[in-house]
């Protein structure tokens, strides 16, 4: 057999494994679909500070001081149990923290 006699036979007849292979790439974009419908969560300050100290290489010391704060203020923020100072919103921002993040955790 040619392999256009092949193809066309393998077209007409398709196996259980081309038949399968369908059904996932439909079930997958079909997924794909719902799960552009839902919603991102938002980056908290917390995870943004974290992010950003890793990026740096820093310890949460360092990135502390970077900031202008003492380290248990620093792990304060990070906690969720204290927010940062006017001065600090500005460095965070300046290290590439989002205003809209720094922004949003303010009450």
Sequence with gaps: MSEAQLESSACSNPTAA???KRQRQ???????????NYPKPELTLADALEIAREAYGLR???F???????????SEVVNGSRGLTKSAMIKAFRVG???SVILSDQN
């Design 26 to 36: 439909e079930i997958m974009e079909k997924l794909e679909g719902q799960i552009a």
């Design 64 to 74: 502390a001081k970077l900031l202008g704060m003492p380290k248990t203020r620093y």
């Design 97 to 99: 923290i989002p205003a």
């Design 18 to 20: 081309t038949i399968r």
């Design 60 to 62: 949460g010391y360092q």
